[in-house]
T-cell receptor, first 116, second 114 residues
Framework: NAGVTQTPKFRILKIGQSMTLQCAQD?????MYWYRQDPGMGLKLIYY???????DKGEVPNGYNVSRSTTEDFPLRLELAAPSQTSVYFC???????????????FGNGTRLTVT | AQSVTQLGSHVSVSEGALVLLRCNYS??????LFWYVQYPNQGLQLLLK??????LVKGINGFEAEFKKSETSFHLTKPSAHMSDAAEYFC????????????FGAGTTVTVRA
């Protein structure tokens, strides 16, 4: 049981390039999330999904896009990379039935992205 | 809206000493509160959670936290620090009653001195 798998682990992008961060979970979780983590700022929610075909914006969605065509996968797309997107990105999932108190978030190990 | 504030971005303790990490919350509705731990180069793992069943919550690895409504606090403690407790700790809050989003604090890094 792999849990939440993120690829790649590290990536360096030039300004203006695009890339997709991959996230897959094998726990049949319906909810999936993308967070970014910056030093001293905690984790900020970028986008989330409550099921296949349904996505919504979090606190900091600008410059990102997501899709959820299957229950397992939730890729995050950066179209025009900017230095402000240098961060560590975490994907998480949960099985939401009656709230997070009953199914806490399971996190991947993160993708460290540098934009220069 | 819900939010949490963690007091102190870095805490240094001696091995065997008390670990105390402070978290205060702000919520317009009864909150659910969580503590997560992040070891180097890993994702976050759940330490413990408060869901209104009991104000003193015990978690993994000897950690516990107490919910104090009068002080709007949810501080994390461990009586005796171990070298393996060196990590970053995050307090988080969600709204009572089925909220599916967490708001995280800025985190507190714990170092343990031999």
């Amino acid at each position: 049981n792999a849990g939440v798998t993120q690829t790649p682990k590290f990536r360096i992008l030039k300004i203006g390039q695009s890339m997709t961060l991959q996230c897959a979970q094998d726990m049949n979780h319906n909810y999936m999330y993308w967070y970014r983590q910056d030093p001293g700022m905690g984790l900020k929610l970028i986008y989330y999904s409550v099921g296949a075909g349904i996505t919504d914006k979090g606190e900091v969605p600008n410059g990102y896009n997501v899709s959820r065509s299957t229950t397992e996968d939730f890729p995050l797309r950066l179209e025009l990379a900017a230095p402000s997107q240098t961060s560590v990105y975490f994907c998480a999932s949960s099985y939401w039935s009656r709230g997070l108190e009953n199914s806490p978030l399971h996190f991947g190990n993160g993708t460290r992205l540098t934009v220069t | 809206a819900q939010s949490v504030t963690q007091l102190g971005s870095h805490v240094s303790v001696s091995e065997g000493a008390l670990v105390l990490l402070r978290c205060n919350y702000s919520s317009s509705v009864p909150p659910y509160l969580f503590w997560y731990v992040q070891y180097p180069n890993q994702g976050l793992q759940l330490l413990l959670k408060y869901t209104s069943a009991a104000t003193l919550v015990k978690g993994i690895n000897g950690f516990e936290a107490e919910f104090k409504k009068s002080e709007t606090s949810f501080h994390l403690t461990k009586p005796s620090a171990h070298m393996s407790d060196a990590a970053e700790y995050f307090c988080a809050v969600s709204a009572h009653g089925g909220d599916y989003k967490l708001s995280f604090g800025a985190g507190t890094t714990v170092t343990v001195r031999a």
